[in-house]
């Protein structure tokens, strides 16, 4: 059994060890080879393809999860495999709902830096729901309908609420790849909260339907992130991929 005294030292040596990478990443996170994004609901990964070809061009290495949408478990499972083939530094980049993923997969000691997009970003162990319950309901929520354990969005609600800056034919096209997520995906909580160590970067959608901005900036001020807001809907990543580019470009030390 661990003795009062040897735990006590534990908690000062884990907190030592964050404020350690804290200053040795005060200058800046360390140059990244590799990017890694995942998606959230109602997408799949190739809601980065627009973003992607900025990141190659910069000499990156990229790889967008297939994240399940089953269950927080098996997305993050996911992601730590993906996180596992990189080879270096690693800048972790989460849109909407994958903002929990990075949020807990964050931790992993490759991960050099993390980028939210108009994404969710939990304290360890808190409740989401709750927390967006503080804010006014976005009007994408009552768009959402379910087919059993399945859910998904309505397509007057993906054109209006998800995509409400894109042409209506692009949206479209994402409509049509749109992925069904699992109930039990929403009830996951996160126990670890990667960026209370690591540096954070967010991207705030000034014209989100989905998620609340002032919740965005909430969240984004709490973890202290390096913050850009874009006039956009919640698919900044599609409509305003260069600043996204950009951002995690300076997440990564090559901006």
């Not at 830096?113 to 967006?132: F, N, Q, S």
């Not at 309908?145 to 998800?162: H, I, P, Y």
Request: proline residues 6%.
């Amino acid at each position: 059994m661990i003795s009062r005294r040897s735990f006590s030292a534990m908690i000062v040596a884990g907190a030592a060890a964050a404020l350690t990478l804290r200053f040795a990443w005060a200058a800046g996170p360390p140059k990244a080879q590799n990017v890694v994004l995942v998606h959230g609901l109602f997408a799949d990964g190739s809601c980065w393809s627009e973003v992607i070809p900025y990141l190659q061009m910069a000499g990156l290495n990229v790889t967008s999860v297939q994240n399940p949408l089953t269950t927080l478990e098996e997305a993050v499972a996911e992601t730590q495999r993906v996180l596992d083939r990189q080879d270096g530094p690693t800048v972790l980049v989460g849109h909407s709902f994958s903002g929990m993923i990075v949020t807990e997969a964050g931790v992993d000691p490759k991960v050099s830096a993390l980028v939210y997009v108009a994404a969710r970003a939990p304290d360890a162990g808190e409740d989401y729901t709750a927390l967006a319950k503080t804010y006014p309901t976005p009007p994408a929520s009552a768009g959402i309908v379910f087919d059993g354990d399945e859910g998904r969005l309505t397509e007057a609600a993906f054109l209006r609420d998800f995509a409400g800056d894109l042409p209506e034919a692009k949206a479209k096209v994402l409509y049509a790849v749109q992925q069904p997520f699992h109930k039990a995906l929403l009830t996951g909580r996160t126990s670890h909260a990667a960026w209370r160590t690591k540096p954070s970067f967010y991207a705030v959608s000034t014209e989100d339907r989905t998620i609340n901005p002032d919740l965005e900036r909430f969240m984004a001020k709490r973890m202290n992130a390096t913050t850009i807001e874009l006039k956009s809907s919640h698919l900044s990543l599609i409509s305003h991929p260069r600043e996204i580019a950009d951002l995690i470009l300076k997440a990564g030390g090559a901006a």
